[in-house]
């Protein structure tokens, strides 16, 4: 029998722990024996730990906790095991109920050798029995035999089990994987001691395993595929050149996929959507669905949908808020341009309610206001009117700046003013400078000139040079 994993209280009252001691709840787990049927008094479960190793002569020790409560209890056992001897030497024993508590035990270590640890619980003679076993530790440190009664010169009269080493049968062969070519067998052996734990090594195996060559199959032979578009399977087959088919490895027939041109698929609508918000927030407006040409789209020449994908439908709000016609303020003038400030209602009292703004500035016109006229600036003064000594020069203005409008008053003053000019004096030619006369007796001609004052003939007016008759004693 086998010791228990368990936790919570073991299954018989008045027997064995609640909890476990680590952490002394129903959720912590420890190890227990079952004295209740089928079990019988003197049945032991062994708990056996891993190899552990000589520690170059430190102390050893082990330590574990234990529960032992009913009328019933057997023993708990503490054994070193040293080789293939089991269950060793018996180093701690404790005997009979305990009390319904977990008790600490100390076993301390002396050894030289690989060693192992076996904790032996045998069930006493009665089903009250149930011992519990948690927290089993090794630790390099030094101990004393805890409780001190736990000797084992109190062992409990059940006869100790020892076991031998036991030996294998020979192989017993299964049948081959194949009919021929190359397989595998599973064989067995049995350990002489009646359980396999007992012998050293594995009680099956696979092995290798021969027959006959097998023969070679044919290539295969395609049949029709199941569909005619789109993805299907067809069954393929192939023939063994010995004529049966057990000769050859594998199967002579077998199902694959096929594949034909792609399935036409027509375009399904899919589910309209729901109806949108109306398209206004007052009065009339319109709500808008739509569906999709996608469950499944059309693929591979398939038809589209046929049908609208929107549909629209009237939908009426309350009656928009509206303004008040606009109420004028007073111009900002009496007369010409100014503004005004005007402003309306909107017809649900709150003016948030309506679009546009309650209240603007806008321009406004009065009658014409009377406008005086000013004058501009003067003009520059003009030239001299006369190119030598004295003449006069003048300037002009006029009453544009701005000119009288709507009965305003004309400008006052003149708009002419003069002024008198001096230049250098004017240049005058000198007496004529006569000639001789063209003939010496009778009439003929001679001829005058003149200089100009200033050097230059040009200044002058008339001609520097002229002709004129002369007489002379008559012939």
């Given amino acids: 029998m086998d010791w228990i994993v368990f936790n919570g209280s073991t299954n018989t009252d008045d027997t064995g722990p609640s909890s476990d001691h680590t952490f002394g709840n129903s959720t912590g787990r420890y190890v227990y024996l079952e004295s209740s049927a089928p079990s019988k008094e003197c049945d032991k479960a062994w708990y056996q730990s891993g190899i552990i190793q000589p520690g170059f002569n430190a102390p050893a020790c082990v330590q574990f906790w234990y529960h032992m409560h009913g009328a019933d209890i057997g023993s708990l056992n503490i054994y070193m095991a040293t080789g293939s001897q089991l269950p060793g030497k018996l180093l701690w024993t404790v005997s009979g109920n305990q009390g319904d508590v977990w008790k600490s035990g100390h076993v301390p270590l002396s050894y030289s050798s690989n060693i192992s640890i076996l904790a032996e619980a045998t069930v006493g003679n009665g089903y009250h029995g149930d011992i519990g076993l948690d927290d089993l530790l090794f630790t390099q440190s030094t101990c004393s035999l805890y409780p001190s009664m736990a000797n084992t010169q109190s062992a409990a009269t059940c006869p100790t089990t020892t076991i031998s080493p036991g030996h294998w049968s020979s192989w017993f062969n299964g049948q081959c994987s194949v009919t021929c070519g190359n397989g595998t067998l599973t064989r067995m052996r049995h350990c002489s001691s009646g ?12 092995i290798g395993c021969q027959k006959p060559p097998c023969g070679a199959w044919s290539a295969w032979f395609n049949g029709q595929c199941s569909v005619t578009c789109g993805n299907g399977t067809l069954t393929r087959m192939r023939h063994c050149s010995t004529g049966h088919s057990e000769d050859c490895v594998g199967n002579s027939r077998e199902v694959i996929d096929c594949k034909k041109t792609p399935c036409k698929v027509d375009g399904v609508w899919s589910s309209w959507s729901l109806w949108a918000q109306c398209d206004v927030t007052c009065e009339d407006g319109h709500i808008y669905r739509t569906r999709m040409c996608s469950n499944p789209p059309p693929a591979f020449g398939g038809l589209n949908c046929s049908g609208a994908s929107q549909e629209a439908n009237t939908c009426r709000l309350a009656r928009c808020p509206d303004w008040s016609p606009w109420f004028n ?5 009496t007369c010409g ?20 703004k309650s209240s603007e500035v806008v321009g406004c016109q009065m009658a014409p206001c009377e406008v005086n006229g000013t004058w501009s600036s003067w003009s520059t003064w003009s030239q001299c009117d006369v190119t030598c000594e004295d003449g006069h020069i003048q300037r002009t203005r006029t009453c544009t700046n701005p000119a009288p409008a709507f009965g305003g008053l004309n400008c006052s003053g003149e708009s002419l003013e003069t002024s008198a000019c001096k230049l250098a004096k004017c240049p005058s030619w000198s007496e004529w400078f006569l000639g001789d006369c063209s003939v010496t007796c009778g009439d003929g001609t001679l001829s005058r000139m003149r200089m100009c004052s200033s050097g230059h003939d ?6 520097a040079f002229d002709t004129v008759p002369c007489s002379q004693a008559p012939c």
């Fill in 329 to 333: 303020g007073k111009c900002s003038v």
């Fill in 458 to 463: 040009e200044d002058c007016p008339g001609s």
């Fill in 195 to 206: 359980h396999t734990e007992d012998c050293a090594g594995t009680s099956s195996e696979v």
């Fill in 337 to 356: 341009n100014g503004t005004e400030t005007r402003v309306r209602n909107c017809s649900t009292g709150y003016k948030e309610d309506c679009a546009g």
